[in-house]
């Protein structure tokens, strides 16, 4: 199983960035999916995570900003991040248990 991350980048403070992540060598449909974040220096925490069946949840601190989407057909997890703040300054990684992907980098300038 490989879960291949991309669109990290540099974003000023208020912009907006659209994360994917695509799976090879699993069953998609069927699996739950989710986006941890890892700031320097502080633990791997979970950003939101989505169900087989499309059900949603997301961190406190996302408030509203963030929406994750998966498209079954094309096997590609997203997390569109509007409103982004210096806070969110991390390394994003998407995961399905047991696998992670490899990480892509936000940097949020103020």
């Known amino acids: 199983v490989q879960l291949q991350a991309s669109g990290g980048g540099l974003v000023q403070a208020g912009g907006s960035l659209r994360l994917s992540c695509k799976a090879y060598?699993?069953?998609?449909?069927?699996?739950?999916f989710g986006w941890y974040r890892q700031a320097p220096g502080k633990q791997r925490e979970l950003v939101a995570d989505?169900?087989?069946?499309?059900?949603?949840n997301y961190a406190d601190f996302v408030e509203g900003r963030f929406t994750i989407s998966r498209d079954n057909v094309r096997r590609i997890l997203y997390l569109q991040m509007n409103s982004l703040k210096s806070e969110d300054t991390a390394v994003y990684y998407c995961?399905?248990?047991?696998?992670w992907g490899q990480g892509t980098l936000v940097t949020v300038s103020s």
């Open positions: 989505i169900s087989s069946s499309g059900s949603t």
């Open positions: 995961h399905s248990q047991p696998y």
């Open positions: 060598g699993t069953n998609f449909k069927i699996n739950r």
